[in-house]
């Protein structure tokens, strides 16, 4: 089953920088909590009915996302689930021969919520970290990118990553981004969403942001190009991301990664990848 996308707008992206600057999350338990007893309304409203009579004998495969990270998951401005990991996942469910269902929680605690078995797998751009392996499993990876140091244009202090040691970052507190910003010294302040950040960074709340590369472009894109913020580092570690699942599941990795290379192999992955991107995102 693969939905049908509609056209990326400015607005889907930029909807959320009208929060506050410095709105922080919910605690993780609290949230997988509420994850668990939101599930079944999340994946009846983030998912469309193929129509097809065998459709209900179809085995389902549940996929945690945060549904505000543009350009992978975000809302369009009818308010329906899109972006690259939502058309991966289909297409992914496509060649396995399931029905997907999509189940929204924050980021911080989407590994408590994976943990805790509200849904089966996580798809919302996840690094793969020694960390996190060392708790659950993962496909083969499908996305490939770098770290980058963002800074305000004006900003004169921040240079290279060595220099936020004791300076503020604005990052997900759960983030592979914030491990990376207190290995240099810097403290966070705790923002999961990235536009979000960047008005942290904007507004002098926070003095820098660690992202994706891919990300960091692709707002900027939806922001006109403009130059209130400035790349001053990038990481020389190229960052491979995929699908996450709680130990145990080799089953489901093995299909996970069976349809992921089938996917690879057809050009589909770089397909969508340049559908959001413009560029091929699936190659190191």
Known sequence: ??????????????????????????????????????????????????????SAEKPVLTVGMEGT???????????????????????????????????????DSITAALDAGNFDVVMNQVT????????????????YSKPVLIVAADNTDINSFEDINGKKAAEGLTSNFSDIARSYGAEIVGQDKFALAMECVLSGEADCAINDELTYAYWKQQKGGEDSTKIVAESDNVNSSAIMVKKGNDELIEKLNSAIDELLADGTVKEISEKYFGMDVSQP
């Open 69 to 107: 990270y543009a350009p992978y998951t975000y809302h369009d401005e009818n308010g329906t689930l899109t972006g690259f990991e939502v058309d991966m996942a289909n297409a992914i469910g496509e060649k396995m021969g399931y029905d997907v269902q999509f189940v929204e929680t924050e980021w």
């Open 1 to 54: 089953m693969k939905k049908k996308v509609i056209s990326i707008l400015l607005t889907a992206v930029l909807a959320t920088g009208m929060a506050a600057c410095g709105s922080n999350s919910n605690t993780a338990s609290n949230s997988a909590n509420n994850t668990a007893d939101n599930a079944q309304n999340t994946a009846e409203t983030s998912t469309e009915s193929t129509g097809s009579a065998d």
């Open 128 to 143: 793969i970290t020694d960390e996190r392996k060392e708790k659950f499993d993962f496909s083969t990876p499908y996305i």
